[in-house]
Each structure stands twice: as C-alpha cells, then as structure tokens.
C-alpha cells in the first residue's frame, strides 16, 4: 500500500481520509500473542457467550484503535506524520468477520509545531466503535530511496 505524502502546507482543516479493513480471527489471535492480552474474552466464544453480554469473542479495542497508526503514517498525512499523542473511547465491540472502516479529519492545524489535529473514528456497519483524537507533527521530510 503506497503512503500518502502530504506536506504540512497541503492538509487543510476539513480534509478526510479513511481505508478499510476486515477484522479476522487471526487478526485477533495475533493481536493477542503480540499484546500478551489472551483475555478469554477475546480467545474464547463460549466464555464471552456465557460469561459476559458479548455473543462472542471480541476484537481488542487497542487492535482497532492501533489502526489510527495505520491511518496516520499511510493515509493522513502519510509518511511525513508522527504520533504525539492519542485517545480513545470505545464505543462499541467489533467481532470476528466485521469489516471496519477507519476515518481521519484534520480538524485544526498549528503552524508553530506544525502539529495538526485529527478527529479519528473506527466503524463497523456504520455504527461508531472507536472514536478518538490524534495530535500529529507533520515533518518536513521527503522519501528516501531504497
């Protein structure tokens, strides 16, 4: 997947981007050997179903909301973006065979940090699951080649 390169002149208060993703059951089972988080509540249908109100296993909430990463260094701004600060609420679980799709909006820029602010949200269905805030310095840097 090519990484956007806006530059810090380029992005505008208002500008959006988003890309989709499918959420697996390996997706989640990774998550969990890469976090150490193997909750039964996201390894085990019959725990959740019996256990909690969930039907079913859930997807960890920092798997969808890492996903923001995702959105930050290959979509807004791209490549040049880097994570300074980040915050969530989820809002709602996300299973196994959902499709997400993760949205970003530049909603206010400063010039002095060159820092810009995202509006972030992860849906599933068209319902809000993960909905937070991103602050990213955008670096005057251009791709190196390989």
């Known amino acids: 997947m090519p990484s956007a390169s806006f530059t810090y002149d ?18 989640i089972d990774d998550f969990g050997r890469l976090s150490g988080d193997v909750s039964p509540l996201h390894t085990s249908d019959a725990y959740a179903s019996a256990q909690t ?47 997400v799709e993760v949205t970003g909006e530049v909603v206010s820029k400063q010039a002095p940090t060159r820092t810009i602010v995202l509006r972030t949200c992860v849906l599933a269905g068209g319902a809000v699951c993960v909905k937070g805030r991103a602050i990213v310095r955008v670096l005057d840097s251009d791709p190196v080649p390989e």
């Open 53 to 99: 109100q969930y039907p079913r296993r859930l997807a960890h909430g920092m798997h969808l909301a890492s996903l923001v990463s995702c959105l930050v260094g290959m979509h807004l701004p791209g490549f040049r973006g880097v994570c300074l600060s980040l915050s969530f609420d989820f809002v709602q679980p996300v299973y196994a065979g959902q499709e």
């Open 10 to 27: 380029e992005l505008t208060v208002g500008l959006t981007r988003s890309f989709r993703r499918s959420i697996t059951e390996e997706d």
